[in-house]
């Protein structure tokens, strides 16, 4: 935790009598397991935070995965912790993928297909930039964000349909959606993150004639490099109703059951594990303009 998150919590016990909270948690996660035996996952975003622990839950479910990134040192890094914290040297993949650049997803593709000679079955829309507040946001941000969050899940969404479609596998799409796509919008990314639940409602209803199921998840604030830098010494966040953030783990425990054989009947849905933030509570958030 911070040193102002400190004084902050010092002061208010000095003049309010409230006290320190120190938050941990201990989360289960599942065993080994060959609930994703076979499988095949394309994970975008995959080198750190929620990404990246999906990643390692699919490999501990048998999956075979395929990380993209926009940086290829960091994807080799992540690769490599992957094989090591799994023992899957030989599942691992990475891929260097830019969601901005559509023109990028079919050769990626094509190279997944016919170089690794994968059938990818699963894929995890994931890979997410935060900002863009409409009290200071700039148009290039803004449209960077669109584009990341939004246009690059909707294009890469109609390519792997067209990819199973093609090849009649009834395979999964998970799309990773946020607390704020409940909540009123106000910044490019809350406006990407409300598109992605739309599209998680429309692309469900085009896909499952095909055998293509698509869900979401929408965490709250989770313990990832983009909010806590790692550090999860003290997961307290007094202003969403759970009291802390959500671990990464948490959130690849539920992207596990979705795609595997045992979410066959979750269709089109969000499943929430916000911590009540956007749902019970939007006090959380900072509306001024």
């Known amino acids: 935790m911070s040193v102002k998150n400190y004084i902050k919590r010092g002061l208010r016990f000095i003049f309010k009598g409230a006290p320190i909270i120190h938050t941990t948690a201990n989360v289960v996660t599942l065993a080994p397991n060959e609930l994703l035996n076979?499988?095949?996952?394309?994970?975008?975003?995959?080198?750190?935070?929620?990404?990246?622990?999906?990643?390692?839950h699919f490999l501990n479910s048998g999956a075979t995965v395929i990380i993209t990134g926009r940086n290829e040192k960091r994807i080799k890094q992540a690769c490599d912790m992957l094989r090591s914290s799994t023992g899957c040297i030989e599942k691992v993949y990475g891929h260097v993928l830019d969601n901005t650049c559509v023109e990028s997803f079919e050769p990626a593709l094509q190279k997944?297909?016919?170089?690794?000679?994968?059938?990818?079955?699963?894929?995890?829309?994931?890979?997410?930039?935060?900002?863009?507040?409409?009290?200071?946001?700039?148009?290039?941000?803004?449209?960077?964000?669109?584009?990341?969050?939004?246009?690059?899940?909707?294009?890469?969404?109609?390519?792997?349909?067209?990819?199973?479609?093609?090849?009649?596998?009834?395979?999964?799409?998970?799309?990773?959606?946020?607390?704020?796509?409940?909540?009123?919008?106000?910044?490019?990314?809350t406006m990407?993150?409300?598109?992605?639940?739309?599209?998680?409602?429309?692309?469900?209803?085009?896909?499952?004639?095909?055998?293509?199921?698509?869900?979401?998840?929408?965490?709250?604030?989770?313990?990832?490099?983009?909010?806590?830098?790692?550090?999860?010494?003290?997961?307290?966040?007094?202003?969403?109703?759970?009291?802390?953030f959500a671990l990464p783990e948490e959130i690849a425990?539920?992207?596990?059951?979705?795609?595997?054989?045992?979410?066959?009947?979750?269709?089109g849905d969000i499943v929430c594990m916000t911590g009540g933030a956007g749902l019970i509570t939007f006090d959380d958030v900072n509306y001024k303009f």
């Not at 598109?195 to 095909?210: E, N, Q, V």
């Open 38 to 56: 076979g499988r095949v996952a394309l994970i975008t975003g995959g080198t750190s935070g929620i990404g990246f622990y999906i990643a390692k």
């Open 112 to 189: 997944i297909s016919s170089q690794w000679n994968l059938r990818i079955d699963i894929l995890v829309n994931n890979a997410g930039v935060l900002g863009g507040d409409i009290s200071n946001v700039a148009e290039e941000q803004y449209d960077m964000i669109m584009d990341t969050n939004l246009k690059g899940t909707f294009f890469l969404s109609q390519a792997i349909g067209k990819y199973m479609k093609r090849q009649n596998i009834g395979g999964n799409i998970l799309n990773i959606a946020s607390s704020s796509s409940f909540r009123p919008a106000s910044s490019a990314y």
């Open 192 to 244: 990407s993150k409300w598109g992605i639940r739309g599209l998680t409602l429309g692309l469900a209803k085009s896909f499952i004639p095909y055998g293509i199921v698509v869900n979401g998840v929408a965490p709250g604030p989770t313990a990832t490099p983009m909010l806590l830098n790692d550090k999860k010494d003290d997961l307290t966040i007094e202003r969403n109703p759970l009291g802390r």
């Open 253 to 267: 425990n539920m992207a596990v059951f979705l795609v595997s054989d045992m979410g066959k009947t979750i269709v």
